[in-house]
């Protein structure tokens, strides 16, 4: 059984910053991919980042240059350090990781960590 754990949420003043962190518990799985999501109160889920080919990895619009995710393979663990947050940051966070299951990849999702951007 894999599990996903997210930590790092909470509340921060405009400009501030947070760190999210993912890790995935059990054995015997092999990633297609790795991301992470978040939906604000009202919204659609959307991706802020995702790992792709190589050591790439794909920003929304709205997060470059103030985002940075990060994996480490070996603890099976993602990060996202979130810099110069703003308001409109504010949402429920989620990362998830495809796993291969039987030749197809099978969606993965974290609890959500709530992250607030107020002053």
């Known amino acids: 059984q894999v599990q996903l754990v997210e930590s790092g949420g909470g509340l921060v003043q405009p400009g501030g910053s947070l760190r999210l962190s993912c890790a995935a518990s059990?054995?015997?799985?092999?990633?297609?991919?790795m991301g992470w999501y978040r939906q604000a109160p009202g919204k659609q889920r959307e991706l802020v980042a995702a790992?792709?080919?190589?050591?790439?990895?794909n920003y929304a619009d709205s997060v470059k240059g103030r985002f940075t995710a990060s994996r480490d393979n070996a603890k099976n663990t993602m990060y996202l350090e979130m810099n110069s947050l703003k308001p409109e940051d504010t949402a429920v966070y989620y990362c998830n990781f495809q796993l291969w299951r039987g030749g197809v990849p099978v969606d993965y999702w974290g609890q959500g960590t709530q992250v607030t951007v107020s002053s």
């Open positions: 059990g054995s015997g799985f092999s990633i297609h991919a």
């Open positions: 790992f792709i080919s190589g050591d790439r990895t």
